[in-house]
């Protein structure tokens, strides 16, 4: 990639990340945020979600009705057999946080915890052949569309027990990238950092933009809140964070 650092070494491809879930408890405010600041076609489910097929990476649903201090993103990690992942999850010092259940045309899902406590979800919803790996487009590595799902940062209190938890039961890859830091590669799909540092941060989502400053005024400008200015790192990329209008927190990689 250009960037110095160590490869991750690429997990199998079987456990790819197909949906991410964003808390927005002010739903109508939410979708009209993204829509206009990263054009996503946001289709109502029901009352309390909302969904987006973008143009690369998972899925993006928004979900209102959530508790106080809930998770702000939630992965959703493809398996064959839910209750056999939850069930191999748990014996492994994870938690249920939620037991199957089943919504049409998106098969069973569930809400399993890490054992660090933070929350992910599986699906059962595969798609037919593999599913495209998407590298954090740092460096010279390939460039996803604007406003897709580029990476995701998930709390992990000791890397190395998450390292062996996501290694041994969903295949991923992983490599140390620098103190508190993991890469994680599932092999398939967008990929990402762990971190250990901020526990009250467990799961942020990264979109890509290709001007991460006009992206900021952006956002401002549609009622989100931009955390800082843009941090520009030399040969990897240009980084930014806000809160959307539901005080979910988001990141910006690019340039």
């Known amino acids: 990639m250009g960037t110095g650092m160590p490869a991750v070494p690429p997990g199998t491809g079987e456990h790819p990340v197909l949906m991410i879930v964003l808390s927005a408890n002010d739903l109508a405010a939410s979708s009209a945020f993204y829509s206009t600041v990263f054009g996503w076609q946001l289709h109502k489910l029901s009352p309390e979600l909302a969904t987006a097929a973008l143009t690369s990476g998972p899925v993006v649903t928004l979900r209102a009705n959530n508790p106080e201090g809930f998770q702000g993103m939630v992965p959703f990690i493809g398996t064959r057999n839910v209750a056999a992942t939850m069930d191999a999850v748990v014996h492994a010092g994870g938690g249920v946080e939620r037991a199957p259940w089943s919504v049409p045309m998106m098969g069973t899902l569930a809400r399993v915890t890490d054992p660090a406590g933070t929350i992910y979800g599986l699906a059962d919803a595969l798609p037919p052949g593999a599913t495209p790996r998407i590298p954090i487009p740092f460096g010279d590595a390939p460039k996803p569309p604007d406003g897709t799902v580029c990476s995701l940062e998930m709390h992990a209190g000791d890397l190395d027990v998450a390292a062996r938890f996501f290694g041994e039961h969903f295949g991923w890859g992983t490599q140390a990238m620098m103190p508190q830091f993991l890469t994680?590669?599932?092999?398939?799909?967008?990929?990402?950092?762990?971190?250990?540092?901020?526990?009250?941060?467990?799961?942020?989502?990264?979109?890509?933009?290709?001007?991460?400053?006009?992206?900021?005024?952006?956002?401002?400008a549609a009622g989100g809140k931009r955390l800082g200015d843009p941090m520009a790192m030399p040969g990897m990329a240009t980084f930014g964070y806000f809160t959307d209008p539901s005080g979910t927190t988001m990141g910006l990689i690019g340039g």
């Open 184 to 220: 994680f590669d599932p092999g398939a799909g967008v990929g990402g950092v762990f971190q250990s540092h901020t526990p009250a941060l467990r799961g942020v989502a990264y979109l890509y933009s290709t001007n991460v400053s006009a992206t900021l005024a952006a956002i401002d």
